[in-house]
């Protein structure tokens, strides 16, 4: 046995959320694209035959009220409140990424106009992540268009620069899909705050991971998907933070019946509920939000703290196998050394990524690839092992000899 | 057996659909509540248990290309679209009714902007159906601040009158969710245009249930939701239409990824598709939509033009049930008599109509309730026949003696 390989099995044996693999469906690849696509929870199937036989099937209309369908997008906004540090009351699940984007930004901006401080200068401009995942760019384009805006791109690093009283809104990436950066939430979201702005966070790639401590931090909105880190399925419905604060100044561009304060009593005039609720839009898509509900039961009794811990050690080993079986110079780590600047994926620069990913996926070994030239490993601590980290590095560093 | 009980055993008999019933999992129950929420189709389980234990347990990632995941919207837009009158090629699926509503607004208030004659007139003006499902309504408000424009509420039959060169768009319902009422589509379109707006008509109530004819009466964009006359499960997703011709200037105020020339070039800057592609936003949550594609599965080899005649049959026969065995004075029909200008539901005021309700679920006649004070018995043609539309009037009859 290698060094790394003894080395593995040493930090399997001694994992505390080792067992935690039983709660999914798993075979004999080494899954590391759980950053995309979470693998599925041994419990969904169950959950989702009894959704559609008896809920649906059996119960049709009554299961609205009957099986909590109504309620179902705060129901499992609390459910995932813990994991991103919010206390219940604050979360609502439904929607793309994409749309709550799209609600967030609007009413930030929308925020920032009624907060004024009375100093006449006007919030013209919108900042955004130019590293972001494009779809936070496009839509935060077509905020910044509908509400009279200008949108600069900027860094994060770029951002505390760019703060100016001018500045409405800023919607920032805390974990880059690309490269795994993790951003410093709490110290740019207080700069954002002291230059009298709305701050809006895309946890796309950190929720589920690591520790977010939105209310600590006192993020004001912020919009998630569940996919990836919460193993909800594909295409699951994403969820949208507002904080308790902010709940009665969230004034959404997206205001469906959903959201009315009296979603029944059909009125002609939209008056919207009081607290999270305000953030749902229209009739929510109940099979893949129940399949989510199911997911998330697989947190029960794990702490994101211990979750984040083997995280690290999981990325820290995998560079180091990376480094004992891959040639020198053959690929460039992307992701930061610092764990206080790191996510739970690394991303690897590799000439001719694509090839080499299709080759990895054909041995067992399945991340992704990213345009140009990136090959992205996601470490989901739930169910990802140190053994599962050599194994990766060894068949790279076999297909790059 | 009394007269109507034997009219119903023969025109069942007699009923060439009948037979599709068993396409349905369905139990002793007469369920008039599939203009709320469509039954289960007998093939959905099935299909949704492949989707979760092989698609999403044992392929995972690789799904989005070889189980057709990233195609559904528009896969699944073409299986609705003859069902609505529309060739291939312009129906996308995904996102909640009234997220389309949106999309479709905003996105009409510009092409009649664009398309501006050069007269010079501002269209200003946004006119919605008074009599609409709330949330249209709202979305609406929202749709017209968001585009600088003035919302107008008008009865459908006001309509003509009030179009003006200052009209920009108007949005309005096939048929009426509260009284059942059918809109004269091709008419009101026909004056849309000549005033030169852009039409939009939520097909909520319509489709699954009778012809649509976009394409044949030249509508501009529309659209519906998938959980009432087509089965697609709780809160299944919506979808649009865009007319061919007018897909090059959709100019979507959500363009989430999804709706990107090329989705995986990760590009900063947002090109949009080609064709009803550029309506898609974010991710499509699979379980839900692949649930739906099943549900369509139920419509081969049928007819909308017969599930039109048999609609109408059923809503007649069970009006004169309801004559029969209900006593004078007790209901009043909110649906028109005239077949043109009736959907496929029956709206029926009456006293006291939130506890009549209650007590016609329990004695196992299924419809619902509409503040203040209306039934409504929808009438699914794929899985209602007369015999139940003759027993739901029997039992009204009953409770209210």
Redesign the interface.
Known sequence: MSEPASRASELDAADELGKLRERF?L?EVV?L?GN??G??PAN??GR??DV??R????L??R??GESG?WTAPERIGDRIAPLVGAAEGQIVVG?????NV?KAL?AAVRMAEAGGSGSGSARDEILVD?TT???D???A??AAR??GRTLR?VTPAEVPGALSDRTAAVLLNHVDY?TGRLHDLPSLTAAVHAAGAVAVWDLCHSAGALPVGLDEHGVDLAVG?T?KYLNG??????YLYVRRELQDRFD???????S?ADP?????S?EPAAGALRGR?????????L?LEAALEVWEGVSIEAVRTKSLALTDFFLECVGAYVGEGRVESLTPVAHDERGSQVALRCDDAGEVMKRLIERGV?G?F??PDVLRFGFTPLYVGFADAERAARVLGELLS
Chains 1, 2 share one sequence.
Do not use: K
């Open positions: 469906v075979d899954y694209d995309s696509l693998a599925l969904v199937p989702v035959e559609v036989r809920q649906w099937g059996e049709r209309i299961s609205w369908w929607d793309s990424t994409s749309v799209f609007v130019a995942f494009p779809t760019g496009y839509i384009e077509s509908m509400t791109p690309r998907c996919y399925g594909p295409g699951s419905p994403a959404s561009p997206l205001p469906g019946w959903n009315h029944f009593g059909m009125r002609a939209f839009v229209g009739t929510p898509d109940i099979l893949s939000m399949a399945v992704d990213r345009h």
